[in-house]
């Protein structure tokens, strides 16, 4: 093991042994700019590489540095250098280097985050997978999360902001910071790039609620839409629920001879099973949706019977997705198309809050208007209570049900039945 005074021209001249390897040390005894522990490897094959040899918890450890055909000598220095500045800090490089190689991609850190922790504890799971697939992975799918630094998170966002999606970029951000706080808890971080990262649009709640001309021109769009579409959106005005929940309706949950929906509390945003009274408008809806759907798996069936192929049977899910066994999981472009098609600026969950302003507006009680709209309530006592109001919620509903049927035929000389505003008896 020779002690060299390396520099470029020594590097170059030096030739492979006839068989195995020798190791060239830069020896401080021969040049300021030697590192103690930075080693020239030469094969007889030719390879010249650069590594580093220094002690660690009383143990001799060794690391690559690279090739002298793309690492000179300078630079082979300023890395032998770095690196034992580190072990001097109390890490070992070596070790580090091969937690890095065989660390894993951002892809990797996305699939464990939905599959360990959105999937378990967040019912809008597909909405973070979604957006991973489409704002995140395009970018960073094949970089390790170590390697992703707060100028990359900037970049990321902004990104989206300047295509004119301010909000949508406060979305990203925050669900990037809670996947980066989700692998430090798996220590496969210790610091989040995110931090210091401010949300680049600002945040203005909204309370949007339709007029009876918005209301009549979004109705009058949505008779361009397939059934099913049509039948989500009018649903979510008549009922006042949320789309979430409205989507994922199945057939199971409904009595449309009772007139009842039940939301299981799997379902529902508070964690607490829900029943919805069904007046005869949003009962004719699924009515005559459940007929579509089977005339139009009977025709299906006529030509899968000629090629021997199984039958297919009504889907659980009264808004089944045409892209795999479940629920749809967005209707954004739709109401994109109603947007354009009736030249109403509105978001889906406007339905809701419209539904309920228009009923609180008209006598019914805040009281039975959140019962309707399941809002969280406290106390044992609220539990116990939650059917207690059932009558109140339908009578509600009905009520509101004649009123958007008054808005949607405009007959303003017909007699208005005031809505109730006590309990029912």
Partial sequence: MPYEHLTLEKVESIKPPPKGQIDYWDDPKKSKWAV?????????????????VYWFNNRVRRMRLGDNSNLKLDEARRLASEALSRRDAGHDPAAEKAAAKNAKTFAELAVEYVERHAKPHKKSWRSDERTLNSEVLPRWRHLKP???SRSDVRALIERVADRGAPIQANRVLA??????????GRDWLVNNPCHLVAMPGKEIPRDRVLNDDEICKICAALE?????TRAAFRLQLLTAQRGGEVKQMRWADLDLDGGWWTIPASRAKNGLSHRVPLNAQAVKILTDLQAWYEQRIAEVNVGRAKKNKEPREMSEWVFESPYCAGPVAWLQKAAQRIRESSGVEFRPHDLRRTAASLMTGNGISRLVVSKILNHAEQGVTAVYDRHSYDADKRKALNAWGRQLQRILTATKDEKVVPFATGRAV
Avoid: M
């Fill in 36 to 52: 103690r522990g930075l080693v020239l490897r030469v094969s007889y094959g030719g390879t010249k590489t650069w590594g580093i």
């Fill in 146 to 148: 170590a390697d992703i």
């Fill in 175 to 184: 669900l990037v910071r809670k996947l980066f706080n989700f692998a430090i």
């Fill in 224 to 228: 361009q839409e397939v059934p099913p």
